[in-house]
């Protein structure tokens, strides 16, 4: 294991980071020797191993490793945010903002953790549906917090919530401060999780996977809201997160865990351009880059490519003047959410359509897989028209249609095993007479998408999300259908664990010839796969073409802001990009 000390990774960069400090006074925590361990049925199961490492005052540290290694523990440790379960070992120290104490936050009596949390550290939770209370208003929640740690006049209460709404960037806060969570959109509602954080002005921001599931352009202001913690509000930032972009735009500093352990840190620079581990190296190199085209190889290392052009492939879906309408209840007016839409897929061909959160792009998929009716125009899916189509008429062509959703974990019965799950599509269409007859073929699948046999008796919960990802794929491919449609099927995931989906994906659609319909908002993930990429903003497409050109010389303004808007895994890079986004916005 490499800890590089402190003072060795002293470098300041020219673009505003913060130097690593690291002399007495100059840290807000100090972790120490921490383990945690988990006490379950199998036995105690130990989530960290004695890690050290400090938070310097005024610097974004981010943490970051795969699922399991042991960061958001770490981040709940600080505030002894832990269950029951939990055993600790070891000490963090906390100093308090003013600097006139410092104290072991594991030591703490629960009244004093009372002013802790809120005053001196402060969580910005992953999903903020999981932490606003939908049946009160943004503005008493985030009073609330004020009220706890002692502010009780009306009037200064609601002066101070209005303020911070404002710096956080809510539009009309004076209005919307009595609006509920469900009036605000994703990236709102995490801006509103922020507000409250920093309400009380603490010392120190704990933010866990802020960005995850947010499009690239909200998560340049998310990380610019962070940035505003750390520059105006002078607070410290712990940000998890395994996008390796996120990490080259924002941190100061770098600490990579793996199983537990921290494996190696330093400034940020030397992490991406010298690193020491080779944990550290993997993680670096399973990151997708714009231009990066992914290449599958046979056992030999010869690569695989596809034996028919797929220019040439006849046309597997076709849509003409495409548009979807969703009606409007309690006299809200119809909302179309796909207009006017032309665009084709052939057969063996990879279609990229990517844009941010309703803009369309779910919607046309499920479309095209007769889970959406359409309300206008022509659409053609191997053969049929699905403009007033007829459920049993177009039953049998969803044999042809495989569906790999977002979330494989709400897509499968939590009360069937993988087995069940996979040869569910085998059985409704009468492949198979039971599960026990479709079991061979379901161990080949499964054996096809790189997971063992001995999976089929697990139930999804038993499963990683690499793997349920995996599984999912297994279903669509149960059918040997002919177009695929995939909705964000690598978004939740690792970067490592996402490499080998999309290897295994790129694999598949080589060696099998389906066509594919890729949804994402990833546009690194898009460049890797995708033939010719649609860009969709408001239900239109504002560009189209061959995957190159819109990546190298894109030619509409939203596809540009996309562009930019995306991190990339380099500091220095990332620095230049940040300001390229910056002079498109003030294009607006």
Same mark, same amino acid.
């Given at each position: ?103 072991? +936050? ?6 004093? !953790?009372?002013?802790? %949390?809120? #005053?001196?550290? &402060?969580? *910005? ?92 352009? +909200? ?6 809201? !962070?940035?505003?913690? %750390?520059? #105006?509000?002078? &607070?410290? *930032? ?111 061909? *990879? ?238």
């Amino acid at each position: 294991m490499s800890e590089t000390n402190a003072h060795e990774m002293n470098q300041n960069s020219d673009d505003g980071r913060h130097p690593l400090l690291n002399s007495t006074g100059k840290n807000l925590a100090q972790i120490k020797n921490l383990s945690v361990s988990f006490m379950t049925d199998a036995g105690s199961i130990r989530a960290i191993d004695n890690i050290s490492f400090s938070i310097p005052k005024k610097t974004v540290v981010g943490v970051v490793g795969e699922s399991g290694s042991g960061k958001s523990v770490t981040a709940r440790s600080i505030i002894k945010l832990l269950p029951e379960t939990a055993t600790t070992a070891g000490a963090i120290y906390l100093a308090r903002r003013d600097g006139s104490e410092e104290f072991d +936050v594991l030591s703490l009596k629960p009244e004093d !953790l009372q002013h802790v %949390r809120g #005053e001196e550290a &402060a969580m *910005v939770f992953q999903e903020p549906n999981s932490v606003l209370n939908p049946v009160y208003t943004i503005g008493w929640q985030i009073e609330e917090g004020l009220r706890a740690h002692g502010m009780s006049g009306r009037q200064e209460l609601r002066a101070k919530t209005i303020d911070i709404l404002e710096k956080v960037g809510i539009p009309y806060a004076k209005t919307r401060v009595d609006y509920y969570p469900h009036q605000f959109s994703g990236g709102q509602k995490q801006r509103i999780v922020i507000a409250m954080a920093l309400v009380l002005n603490p010392g120190l921001i704990l933010a866990d996977e802020p960005t995850t599931a947010l499009d690239v352009t +909200v998560q340049a202001e998310i990380l610019d809201l !962070l940035r505003l913690a %750390r520059d #105006e509000f002078d &607070a410290s *930032v712990l940000i998890i997160t395994h996008n390796m972009g996120v990490i080259a735009d924002i941190a100061d500093q770098v600490v990579v865990m793996y199983r537990g352990h921290v494996v190696e840190q330093g400034d940020v620079e030397q992490i991406f351009y010298r690193p020491q581990e080779d944990y550290t190296k993997r993680l670096l190199a399973a990151v997708p880059r714009i231009g990066q085209k992914l290449v599958v190889r046979d056992d030999d290392g010869i690569a695989i490519e596809r034996k028919a052009d797929w220019h040439k492939q006849p046309i597997a879906v076709e849509a003409k003047g495409l548009t979807i309408t969703y009606p409007g209840h309690l006299l809200q007016p119809d909302f179309v959410a796909v207009k006017d839409v032309d665009f084709t897929i052939h057969r063996s061909e *990879v279609l990229g359509l990517v844009g941010e959160s309703g803009s369309g792009k779910s919607t046309t998929g499920r479309a095209i897989a007769g889970l959406q009716r359409i309300s206008g125009g022509s659409l053609k899916v191997l053969g049929s028209e699905m403009n007033g189509f007829k459920e049993r008429e177009f039953k049998p062509k969803r044999a042809d249609i495989g569906f790999v959703f977002q979330d494989p974990g709400s897509s499968f019965n939590p009360l069937m095993t993988i087995a069940e799950n996979v040869a569910e599509p085998l059985l409704v269409h009468k492949k198979y007479s039971s599960v026990a007859d479709a079991s061979d073929y379901v161990g080949d699948l499964l054996e096809m998408v790189q997971l063992p046999r001995t999976y089929m008796n697990r139930f999804p919960h038993e499963l990683s999300g690499g793997q349920r990802q995996r599984a999912s794929l297994a279903r669509a491919l149960a059918l040997k259908p002919s177009l695929i449609i995939a909705d964000e099927p690598t978004s939740a995931l690792d970067v490592s664990v996402q490499a080998k989906v999309l290897q295994l994906f790129k694999r598949l659609q080589v060696e099998i010839g389906f066509a594919c319909l890729f949804i994402t908002h990833d546009l690194a993930v898009v460049d890797m796969l995708a033939d010719r990429i649609m860009v969709m903003h408001k239900g239109s497409i504002v560009e189209h073409g061959e995957a190159s050109q819109i990546m190298q010389n894109p030619q509409n303004p939203y596809t540009r802001k996309l562009l930019a808007s995306l991190p990339v895994p380099d500091p220095r890079e990332q620095r230049e990009h940040r300001g390229q986004l910056r002079e498109l916005l003030k294009q607006e």
